[in-house]
């Protein structure tokens, strides 16, 4: 991801709120770990619409996901699901 301008991390995916509960109950989940400094200034309020959105963070974090489920996809062991 080096890159994209993205940088490793060892901390365990999460999810947050939205997610937790499928952690929870066992299922996997990925974090990418992107910049969220501005996240909470529109998110969920009637401001938070498209024209709000960085292009330029939109395509590094699409670029980031294509990469990461190019190699889930590509894999040649398991990713932790049986």
Known sequence: ????????????AGGGADIAPLVRAG????????????YFDLHHTPDDTLDKVDPAQLRQNVAA??????????????MGVN
């Open 1 to 12: 991801m080096a890159p994209l301008g993205i940088g490793a991390s060892r901390q365990e």
């Open 27 to 38: 299922v996997p989940v990925i974090d990418l770990q992107q910049d969220g400094t501005r």
């Open 65 to 78: 996901w294509a990469v990461t489920l190019n190699l889930i996809a590509n894999a040649s062991e398991s």
